[in-house]
């Protein structure tokens, strides 16, 4: 079982651009958290995908979107890229509220 | 006021040394997770606790639900052990992970 899986692990953006950030859960994993954290910080959260539906969201604006596909993997859409939008990005993958198993994060830098 | 307090902020100890991570949150709680976080960022479960203790290794960690609080215990520390240490709750009435400042460990040989 190769865990929680991110991709990319690093990327380097411009001002303005969008990314995409993917996510492959644990096997048997059925929900999805995306967190942000910012260097020096804690994670934030961002959202959460079950069933396919944003089943909760953090205190983030609607240029973060996600999606969760029927095999469970998830996606974080960012638009419109600010410099404070620099941060890892962690994803974290559970069999409904059972512990949380988290990826190894994807590193994003906007310049 | 964070709504999950950790202590300490940062702990020095030698190698072998018996180390403690403490964790207070302020309502009920449906579950609480010990969090190690490596420089780089890769963030390892090592525990999720309802009640009682777990053990795993030369990690112990304990929770008393009538106080709210938790400890993570390290026996035998080594120099692999620093990391930061991130206590985080999910409430009750939520689904998200709410986590604490995090404990930053350093081993020394």
């Known amino acids: 079982d190769a865990g929680v899986t991110q991709s990319p692990t690093h990327l380097i953006k411009t001002r303005g651009q969008q990314v995409t950030l993917r996510c492959s859960p644990k096997s048997g994993h059925d929900t999805v958290s995306w967190y942000q954290q910012a260097l020096g910080q804690g994670p934030q959260f961002i959202f959460q995908y079950y069933e396919e539906e944003e089943r909760q969201r953090g205190n983030f604006p609607d240029r973060f979107s996600g999606h969760q596909f029927p095999n469970y993997s998830s996606e974080l859409n960012v638009n419109a890229l600010l410099l404070g939008d620099s941060a890892l990005y962690l994803c974290?993958?559970?069999?409904?509220?059972?512990?949380?198993?988290f990826g190894q994060g994807t590193r994003l830098t906007v310049v | 006021k964070n709504e999950v307090e950790q202590s300490p902020q940062n702990l020095t100890a030698q190698e072998g040394e018996f180390i403690t991570i403490n964790c207070s949150y302020s309502v009920g709680i449906s579950a609480l997770h010990w969090l190690q976080q490596h420089p780089g960022g890769g963030i390892v479960s090592l525990f999720m606790l309802s009640s009682g203790k777990k053990k795993h290794g030369r990690l112990i960690a304990t929770i008393n639900i009538q106080e709210k609080h938790s400890s993570l215990h390290i026996t035998a520390s080594h120099p692999r052990d620093s990391a930061v240490y991130i206590c985080a709750v999910i409430y009750d009435s939520n689904y998200q992970l709410i986590w604490g400042a995090g404990t930053k460990l350093i081993i020394k040989p």
């Open positions: 974290a993958s559970s069999l409904g509220d059972l512990e949380a198993f």
